[in-house]
Every structure is written in structure tokens, then in C-alpha cells.
T-cell receptor, first 112, second 113 residues
Framework: EAAVTQSPRSKVAVTGGKVTLSCHQT?????MYWYRQDTGHGLRLIHY???????EKGDIPDGYKASRPSQENFSLILELASLSQTAVYFC???????????FGPGTRLLVL | QQQVRQSSQSLTVWEGETAILNCSYE??????FPWYQQFPGEGPALLIA?????DKKEDGRFTIFFNKREKNLSLHIKDSQPGDSATYFC????????????FGTGTSLLVDP
């Protein structure tokens, strides 16, 4: 069974503070993704990575950085958190082109 | 612009009925269409998928009907059960960027017992 875990599961952050969301996969997948989910917008891709030590911008990368230090780990970094970044964030992994994406349980982020 | 569109934000059906969830897309290069199911508090999970070379894909009570000419598809859930109550996302990708899924905004299905 594919496994993607995320930490923390929920977080309250202050505006202007730094937030790091972590993701770990045990699927031996090359691709990893960060999405945010907002009501009325579905899932939108923030950053993705297809190999360790390299990340790519997705559709809404502004205000976010990503880090892929190893095949298993992928982090999303909000250097200066803003109110508009309140959302649920999902990490996913996949084996490659048009393979199934396996999602983690999500991190609920509230920026005050 | 929304490249993958789900026309209904929500849908309610009675237990035992067939639920029909619609999806349309704009990019003619899309050739892979997965549907993801999401329960509250969980991440989405792949339910069923179709490639554009097919016009129908069936898996148990779940069937995708695909119309390439009209650029739309629908997910039919036969004999709906209360346990099917969830949000369903239509997604699409192209073969040359198959790792990149574009998601619709989702349809929240409620099956009333």
C-alpha cells in the first residue's frame, strides 16, 4: 500500500512568520507534489519535483518555496506567511508519467 | 481560466439511484482523465480513470463515459450508497506532461438513505 505522510496535521501560524510543511513517502516514487485546496478552487499545484535536490514551479508558486533533500522527503516553505495562505495543503507522490498520484492526509494551515 | 470544469458544486441522490457527475475540459491535448474521491478529513484517492482512446470505462458500480468530440465526460455511480457520499474531482493530463494533473473544482455528492 502506497504511503504518504504529512506533518504537522494542523498548524496555526502568525502573519509574517515562517512555516514549514513536511512530507514523507515510502513508495519509492520519483515524483512528489504540493497542492493547496480551497473551497471553490479544487486542488491547485504549487510545486513539484521529479528528482532529489531539484524542484519545479507549479501553477501557483508565488509565496512558496519547496525543498527535496531526498527521494523520500519534500517540504513546502512559507517564508512570510500571509492570511491568504490559509488553506489545506496536500502532498502527493507518483511513479511517473500519468501514474496514479497518492495523496497524504493533508495539513490544515490557519494564518492569523 | 478553468481548464477542467465540473458544472455542479453539489449533488444529492437517494440511495439506490444512479448519480451522474459531469466534467468538461478545454485543452484538446488532454488524453488521460482520472476521477479522485475525497472523504472529509482525508486526501483524495484515485477512483477510476480513462484514456481518450476509449469512450467508456467500467469498474464495478463506477463508469466513466467519455465524449472526445464534445470534450466532456461523466462519472456514473450506479446503485448509490450512503458510503459514496464524498467529493469527486475530475482531473486531466497530457501525455507529454503526464505527471501534471489539472483538477476541476469538485462535486460534493450526498447519498440520502
Amino acid at each position: 500500500e502506497a504511503a504518504v505522510t504529512q506533518s504537522p496535521r494542523s498548524k496555526v501560524a502568525v502573519t509574517g512568520g515562517k512555516v514549514t510543511l513536511s512530507c514523507h513517502q515510502t513508495n519509492n516514487h520519483d515524483y512528489m507534489y504540493w497542492y493547496r485546496q480551497d473551497t471553490g478552487h479544487g486542488l491547485r499545484l504549487i510545486h513539484y519535483s521529479y528528482v532529489a535536490d531539484s524542484t519545479e514551479k507549479g501553477d501557483i508558486p508565488d509565496g512558496y518555496k519547496a525543498s527535496r533533500p531526498s527521494q523520500e522527503n519534500f517540504s513546502l516553505i512559507l517564508e512570510l506567511a500571509s492570511l491568504s495562505q490559509t488553506a489545506v495543503y496536500f502532498c502527493a507522490s507518483s511513479g511517473g508519467n500519468q501514474d496514479t498520484q497518492y495523496f497524504g492526509p493533508g495539513t490544515r494551515l490557519l494564518v492569523l | 481560466q478553468q481548464q477542467v470544469r465540473q458544472s455542479s458544486q453539489s449533488l444529492t441522490v437517494w440511495e439506490g439511484e444512479t448519480a451522474i457527475l459531469n466534467c468538461s475540459y478545454e485543452n484538446s491535448a488532454f488524453d488521460y482523465f482520472p476521477w479522485y474521491q475525497q472523504f472529509p478529513g482525508e486526501g483524495p484517492a484515485l477512483l477510476i480513470a480513462i484514456r481518450s482512446v476509449s469512450d467508456k470505462k467500467e469498474d464495478g458500480r463506477f463508469t466513466i463515459f467519455f465524449n472526445k468530440r464534445e470534450k466532456n465526460l461523466s462519472l456514473h455511480i450506479k446503485d448509490s450508497q450512503p458510503g459514496d457520499s464524498a467529493t469527486y474531482f475530475c482531473a486531466a493530463s497530457t501525455s507529454n506532461m503526464g505527471y501534471k494533473l489539472t483538477f476541476g473544482t469538485g462535486t460534493s455528492l450526498l447519498v440520502d438513505p
